[in-house]
């Protein structure tokens, strides 16, 4: 009789090709590269949200539908009435949620290159193949190369990023409107930075019939408590939420995100804050000479280095005392590209000061 076999016998090929998702470790140095609100709360708030965790029972299981929590950001977020939502532990698990309840041999998942890179590794987890079509050289969509990838693949899902993460801007509507009609699977529309545009397509669900909307606290100053909503017809969202685990939404995450919603001014004055230094940084960076700065709706700016020195810009950052995410090594459109995540002034204040010398250099 034969013994164990190895790991390497038994986890699938396409699993030990992955890379796993790595987090660095920014040290002391100033955080500007995981597109945070760099704002925690007053000390009022804190006591308030502390005392609100007292009558948390620990001992017992959440409410599985987290109820209360989803009527109260369905009102925040301003979902559609008719419309069926599903919470997940961060987005991430929504994503890996509506890729199981699709998969199937050869079925694909498409969207713009680049964009968020989740879509990609949980679609090969999932067992799914994934495709994706370049976005133009000022990273919008072209819409003939889309349609003529929808008509190839037949993608399940879409996935569209608006605004774009990494690149920060605003795909055009009419094009995603098109994307939506042509599309034989479900479109969705990833608003993870809604905090800081006005641009949604919230309002619209119902509208197509494959259109969903995915939601997340992370950007608004909520990020360690990893919640996510998924909005759509009911079609489609009572079928995807078969796939949830149960009880995905911890006591202390449901708590906690029922106090801050009831405090939503703070977290709102916080992103008008980050809209502003936006513009501030924007203004900067493209006084700067030699950087190629692209617009950005989110809370992170994208901009090219001159050419070969994004690497050695980001290292010289790093001994500064300051991490940014450098982009460079993925290639492609990215070659030569850092990002920048807005901080509080002070942050952004040292990140230039630390960036001229850089450039100097």
């Known amino acids: 009789m034969s013994g164990p076999r190895s790991a390497a016998d038994w986890i699938r090929p396409e699993i030990q090709a992955l890379t796993a998702y790595h987090v660095p470790d920014p040290g002391k140095r100033i955080k500007l590269d995981a597109m945070e609100n760099p704002y925690g709360w ?58 199981l309840a699709v998969a199937g041999p050869g079925r694909v998942i498409l969207s713009p290159d680049p964009t968020f890179v989740m879509y990609r590794m949980i679609a090969e987890v999932t067992g799914m193949q994934y495709r994706n079509v370049a976005l133009a050289d000022d990273f919008s969509l ?50 993870a930075y809604a905090p800081f545009t006005d641009a949604s397509f919230m309002s619209r669900l119902g509208e197509f019939p494959n259109l969903l909307v995915l939601r997340t606290v992370s950007k608004m100053g909520l990020a360690g ?28 995450t449901q708590a906690s995100a029922l106090f801050a919603l009831e405090h939503r001014h703070v977290l709102d004055e916080q992103a008008a804050l980050i809209r502003a230094d936006r513009s501030n940084l924007l203004g900067a960076l493209a006084r700067l000479p030699g950087l190629q700065v692209y617009p950005s709706e989110a809370n992170f700016i994208l ?59």
């Not at 948390?56 to 009102?75: C, F, G, H, K, Q």
């Not at 408590?225 to 006591?251: C, F, H, M, Q, S």
């Not at 590209?337 to 230039?352: D, H, I, Q, S, Y």
């Open 303 to 361: 901009f090219r280095t001159p050419a070969a020195r994004a690497g050695l810009i980001f290292s010289s950052l790093q001994e500064q005392g300051v991490l940014i995410k450098n982009l460079d090594p993925v290639g492609g459109r990215l070659q030569d590209c850092l990002r920048v995540t807005v901080g509080k002034p002070e942050e952004n204040r040292a990140f230039l000061e630390a960036l001229q010398v850089a450039l100097d250099a």
């Open 225 to 252: 408590l990893r919640l996510g909503l998924l909005a759509g017809p009911a079609e489609w969202l009572g079928e995807i939420d078969k796939t949830r685990l149960p009880y995905n939404i911890n006591v202390l």
């Open 42 to 99: 007053p000390e009022e708030l804190v006591n308030g949200w502390l005392e609100a965790l007292r009558g948390v029972e620990l001992n017992r299981y959440p409410d599985p539908a987290a109820r209360l929590l989803t009527e109260r950001l369905r009102d925040a977020w301003q979902v559609p009435t008719a419309m069926q939502v599903v919470l997940g532990n961060g987005s991430d698990e929504l994503i890996q949620m509506l890729a």
């Open 142 to 191: 072209d819409l003939d190369v889309m349609v003529a990838a929808i008509e190839e693949y037949q993608p399940a899902i879409i996935y569209l990023a608006y605004p774009n993460n990494p690149t920060g801007g605003l795909f055009d509507e009419q094009v995603i409107e098109e994307i939506i009609r042509r599309a034989p699977g479900l479109v969705v529309v990833d608003e």
